[in-house]
């Protein structure tokens, strides 16, 4: 990772200005602070170079500025940093703004190919870009507070940090905290691997359970089958005897109704008797009509005889008449007394003649049908007479009639019983096939059970094929997570940077202290057990009697800070991951004597031929003296310009 240029405008104190940063080897900033004379180079604005780098990467100064407080007072806006920075072969730009008259106060990403093309990489927000800026940078903005760039106001207190934030510096700046990630996921995987494991152990365990419950439910339709089949036996055995003894019974009834006469027969006869009886049905209806004809003829003669006998009678009475009449001739007239003449009669004779006349004709015709009605009763009864002879005894018909009937009730029931013997055979016969034909509703339900038993088998072998795999997974990452936890590989890596920061710290302090003072880190301490646990911390000892890093001089704990930050930095410039060339000491030689500022410079020299770019803030007059490159911040009138002496 180098940085390669940093351009300003508006920020702090500064107006413009553009520095390059790449294998730059030692440069110190110096300021000149015009406006105020008694100020010398303080206020000039020489911080703001540090400051406004690190604020472009993280949106906030080393000592904790941010928002408004990094525009320039007299511009009231348009404040830019843009840093370009080179890694891995790839060209970034980012560019932060703050009360700027387009970008407002946007954080910008973009990357720049060989031939000029720009691609933008800046997401929706701010803090989205941020995350993808600090995975370019490959640090936190605390790993870079406290290695790249070094303040005297901001310089961390590495000796006197805590185990939690030192462990974090310290394997942030290694990039052994990708292993912690690493180790988590590992940790992870395992828990996963034996949620897995366990899952399937389940799993199986709910098998071999179903297995069991399915083989006791075949035991079950076992015995009920069994059962089932037994009754099934039992009835086809009562079946075949009752097929053997209704054919018995048939072929009997058969035999005995081939004797008795056939219905057709039964019927012809009782046909032949009914006709009898109808013909004597006819015989008595026409002795009925005669009778009837009889009592209207008896009933005609009997008035046709009256008849005849009345007029006989007034023939009688009319001949008395007449008589009478003649009698009267020559009789004295009851009425008058003179004797009754012949011709006085003659009309009344006459008339009774007449009469007479009348009364005879009258009787011949009342005779004649007298005589016809006579004669008809004669032929009535001579008819009636010869009806009576046809007439039989129906009795005997009647009978014989009823016997005929009895024998076809018999012959009747006796079909009847032969019909129902033989459709119960037929039943019989056809329960019989099916029967034989018959299978339990639990043969399929065994076939199934025992078929399922037999998947499930399957099942569970392949199961217990991969519950032995599953368990392989869980020893291959309880392994990783060994190979990644603090007893694993995290703590060779750390045996490794303990190692060189203690030998870088003591590289530095030999020089800043003559080796009166030393600085140990610490990462892994034993416990009772013999466990390794972790424990972050400098141990500081001073060989003139201070014991510890707070019992030493301000100016010796000052020291202490400078060197163990730039044994972190070297640390940082070493790492595999995203190594950062870079380093900004910003008045680390405050109060210093000649002797001590040379000692730093030369460690400052050591240190830029080795990381390549190392810039010192400094407002020493004699650092000029140590360092050959010069970067002059000028204030005049509000406005801060950087010149690069150097280039």
Same mark, same amino acid.
């Given at each position: 990772?180098?940085?390669?240029?940093?351009?300003?405008?508006?920020?702090?104190?500064?107006?413009?200005?553009?520095?390059?940063?790449?294998?730059?080897?030692?440069?110190?900033?110096?300021?000149?602070?015009?406006?105020?004379?008694?100020?010398?180079?303080?206020?000039?604005?020489?911080?703001?170079? %540090?400051?406004?780098?690190?604020?472009?990467?993280?949106?906030?100064?080393?000592? %904790?500025?941010?928002?408004?407080?990094?525009?320039?007072?007299?511009?009231?806006?348009?404040?830019?940093?843009?840093? !370009?920075?080179?890694?891995?072969?790839?060209?970034?730009?980012?560019?932060?703004?703050?009360?700027?008259?387009?970008?407002?106060?946007?954080?910008?990403?973009?990357?720049?190919?060989?031939?000029?093309?720009? !691609?933008?990489?800046?997401?929706?927000?701010?803090?989205? !870009?941020?995350?993808?800026?600090?995975?370019?940078? %490959?640090?936190?903005?605390?790993?870079?507070?406290?290695?790249?760039?070094?303040?005297?106001?901001?310089?961390?207190?590495?000796?006197?940090?805590?185990?939690?934030?030192?462990?974090?510096?310290?394997?942030?700046?290694?990039?052994?905290?990708?292993?912690?990630?690493?180790?988590?996921?590992?940790?992870?995987?395992?828990?996963?691997?034996?949620?897995?494991?366990?899952?399937?152990?389940?799993?199986?365990?709910?098998?071999?359970?179903?297995?069991?419950?399915?083989?006791?439910?075949?035991?079950?339709?076992?015995?009920?089958?069994?059962?089932?089949?037994?009754?099934?036996?039992?009835?086809?055995?009562?079946?075949?005897?009752?097929?053997?003894?209704?054919?018995?019974?048939?072929?009997?009834?058969?035999?005995?109704?081939?004797?008795?006469? !056939?219905?057709?027969?039964?019927?012809?006869?009782?046909?032949?008797?009914?006709?009898?009886?109808?013909?004597?049905?006819?015989?008595?209806?026409?002795?009925?009509? /005669?009778?009837?004809?009889?009592?209207?003829?008896?009933?005609?003669?009997?008035?046709?005889?009256?008849?005849?006998?009345?007029?006989?009678?007034?023939?009688?009475?009319?001949?008395?008449?007449?008589?009478?009449?003649?009698?009267?001739?020559?009789?004295?007239?009851?009425?008058?007394?003179?004797?009754?003449?012949?011709?006085?009669?003659?009309?009344?004779?006459?008339?009774?003649?007449?009469?007479?006349?009348? /009364?005879?004709?009258?009787?011949?015709?009342?005779?004649?049908?007298?005589?016809?009605?006579?004669?008809?009763?004669?032929?009535?009864?001579?008819?009636?007479?010869?009806?009576?002879?046809?007439?039989?005894?129906?009795?005997?018909?009647?009978?014989?009639?009823?016997?005929?009937?009895?024998?076809?009730?018999?012959?009747?029931?006796?079909?009847?019983?032969?019909?129902?013997?033989?459709?119960?055979?037929?039943?019989?016969?056809?329960?019989?096939?099916?029967?034989?034909?018959?299978?339990?509703?639990?043969?399929?339900?065994?076939?199934?059970?025992?078929?399922?038993?037999?998947?499930? %088998?399957?099942?569970?072998?392949?199961?217990?094929?991969?519950?032995?795999?599953?368990?392989?997974?869980?020893?291959?990452?309880?392994?990783?997570?060994?190979?990644?936890?603090?007893?694993?590989?995290?703590?060779?890596?750390?045996?490794?940077?303990?190692?060189?920061?203690?030998?870088?710290?003591?590289?530095?302090?030999?020089?800043?202290?003559?080796?009166?003072?030393?600085?140990?880190?610490?990462?892994?301490?034993?416990?009772?057990?013999?466990?390794?646990?972790?424990?972050?911390?400098?141990?500081?000892?001073?060989?003139?009697?201070?014991?510890?890093?707070?019992?030493?001089?301000?100016?010796?704990?000052?020291?202490?800070? /400078?060197?163990?930050?730039?044994?972190?930095?070297?640390?940082?410039?070493?790492?595999?991951?995203?190594?950062?060339?870079?380093?900004?000491?910003?008045?680390?030689?405050?109060?210093?004597?000649?002797?001590?500022?040379?000692?730093?410079?030369?460690?400052?020299?050591?240190?830029?031929?080795?990381?390549?770019?190392?810039?010192?803030?400094?407002?020493?007059?004699?650092?000029?003296?140590?360092?050959?490159?010069? /970067?002059?911040?000028?204030?005049?009138?509000?406005?801060?310009?950087?010149?690069?002496?150097?280039?």
């Amino acid at each position: 990772m180098k940085f390669l240029s940093v351009e300003l405008k508006n920020f702090r104190a500064i107006s413009t200005a553009m520095i390059a940063l790449a294998d730059r080897g030692l440069v110190a900033i110096r300021g000149d602070n015009q406006d105020d004379s008694s100020a010398t180079s303080n206020g000039a604005g020489k911080s703001s170079i %540090g400051e406004a780098i690190c604020w472009c990467c993280y949106g906030v100064t080393p000592n %904790g500025a941010g928002g408004d407080e990094v525009v320039r007072r007299h511009s009231k806006g348009g404040t830019s940093v843009v840093l !370009t920075v080179e890694d891995n072969g790839h060209t970034y730009v980012i560019e932060r703004y703050r009360k700027h008259s387009i970008y407002k106060n946007q954080l910008r990403l973009l990357e720049r190919a060989d031939d000029g093309t720009i !691609t933008d990489m800046t997401l929706g927000t701010n803090a989205l !870009t941020q995350i993808e800026v600090e995975k370019i940078l %490959g640090c936190s903005f605390d790993v870079f507070a406290a290695s790249i760039y070094a303040a005297q106001e901001a310089m961390p207190d590495l000796p006197g940090m805590t185990d939690k934030n030192l462990k974090i510096l310290i394997e942030e700046a290694s990039g052994s905290n990708i292993l912690q990630g690493a180790y988590e996921d590992a940790r992870l995987r395992l828990k996963l691997a034996n949620d897995a494991l366990n899952e399937h152990r389940s799993i199986i365990e709910r098998v071999s359970e179903t297995i069991v419950h399915k083989e006791n439910m075949a035991d079950s339709y076992i015995k009920a089958l069994t059962s089932w089949n037994l009754a099934k036996n039992e009835e086809i055995d009562e079946n075949k005897r009752l097929i053997e003894i209704t054919a018995e019974q048939v072929a009997d009834l058969a035999k005995d109704i081939s004797g008795l006469p !056939t219905k057709k027969e039964l019927h012809e006869k009782s046909r032949l008797l009914n006709d009898k009886i109808l013909v004597n049905a006819e015989t008595e209806k026409d002795l009925r009509a /005669i009778d009837s004809k009889i009592l209207q003829n008896n009933t005609e003669c009997a008035r046709a005889e009256y008849a005849w006998k009345m007029l006989l009678a007034e023939r009688k009475a009319n001949a008395k008449s007449i008589a009478e009449a003649d009698g009267q001739i020559g009789q004295d007239c009851p009425h008058c007394g003179r004797p009754i003449t012949e011709d006085e009669i003659a009309e009344t004779k006459s008339s009774l003649l007449e009469r007479k006349s009348k /009364i005879d004709k009258a009787i011949t015709e009342a005779r004649a049908k007298l005589d016809s009605a006579l004669e008809s009763s004669e032929k009535l009864t001579d008819e009636r007479l010869q009806k009576e002879r046809d007439l039989v005894d129906v009795s005997a018909i009647f009978a014989e009639k009823t016997s005929i009937e009895r024998e076809l009730a018999e012959l009747t029931n006796y079909l009847n019983n032969f019909e129902d013997l033989k459709i119960k055979l037929k039943n019989a016969e056809k329960r019989r096939d099916e029967l034989s034909k018959l299978r339990s509703p639990l043969e399929e339900s065994l076939e199934q059970v025992t078929k399922s038993i037999d998947e499930l %088998g399957s099942k569970l072998n392949e199961l217990k094929k991969e519950e032995v795999t599953l368990s392989n997974n869980v020893n291959i990452a309880d392994s990783v997570v060994k190979v990644f936890s603090p007893a694993g590989v995290r703590a060779y890596i750390l045996d490794d940077v303990t190692p060189f920061l203690n030998d870088r710290t003591a590289k530095y302090l030999s020089v800043l202290t003559d080796g009166a003072i030393t600085a140990e880190w610490s990462t892994l301490t034993k416990s009772a057990k013999g466990e390794l646990k972790e424990n972050f911390s400098i141990t500081v000892n001073h060989k003139h009697g201070a014991s510890s890093f707070k019992s030493i001089s301000g100016g010796e704990k000052r020291r202490v800070r /400078i060197a163990c930050a730039l044994a972190l930095q070297d640390l940082i410039a070493r790492r595999a991951v995203k190594p950062i060339e870079l380093f900004f000491g910003d008045e680390i030689d405050d109060a210093l004597d000649d002797a001590g500022l040379e000692r730093l410079t030369q460690v400052l020299q050591d240190k830029a031929k080795e990381r390549g770019s190392v810039f010192i803030i400094s407002h020493n007059p004699g650092i000029k003296d140590w360092i050959d490159q010069t /970067i002059t911040v000028t204030k005049h009138n509000g406005g801060s310009l950087v010149k690069d002496e150097s280039t």
